[in-house]
């Protein structure tokens, strides 16, 4: 089983940078499918990033060149740099996890979910 657990939210200007890590706990998450989504009051939950164990990325259409996904293998970490952060931008944001094959779209679901942390953008 994967525990995930997000930190690095907070309360920001717009135009300021945040940076938020996912730590997985209980396993080693480097053959996993790992990605980024946001929910917003109101709103359905949207994919933000995702990456794959070969370093593959799917970048959101609404984060493009302001937001980037990576990976510390060593760590068993995964963070989100978040640039140029918008009003929009705010929601909670959750890290996640599935096994499987590569799938360069959101259609396939995560299997592991983090609590969320909180961006708010100002």
């Known amino acids: 089983h994967v525990q995930l657990v997000e930190s690095g939210g907070g309360s920001v200007q717009a135009g300021t940078s945040l940076i938020l890590s996912c730590a997985a706990v209980?396993?080693?998450?480097?053959?996993?499918?790992m990605g980024w989504f946001r929910q917003a009051p109101g709103k359905e939950r949207e994919g933000v990033e995702q990456?794959?164990?070969?370093?593959?990325?799917l970048v959101g259409d609404s984060v493009k060149g302001r937001f980037t996904i990576s990976k510390d293998n060593a760590k068993n970490a995964l963070y989100l740099q978040m640039n140029s952060l918008k009003p929009e931008d705010t929601a909670m944001y959750y890290c996640a996890a599935r096994l499987g094959a590569w799938c360069n779209s959101w259609t396939v679901g995560f299997d592991y979910w983090g609590q969320g942390t909180q961006v708010t953008v100002s």
């Open positions: 990456i794959d164990a070969d370093g593959s990325k």
């Open positions: 209980g396993r080693t998450y480097n053959n996993y499918v």
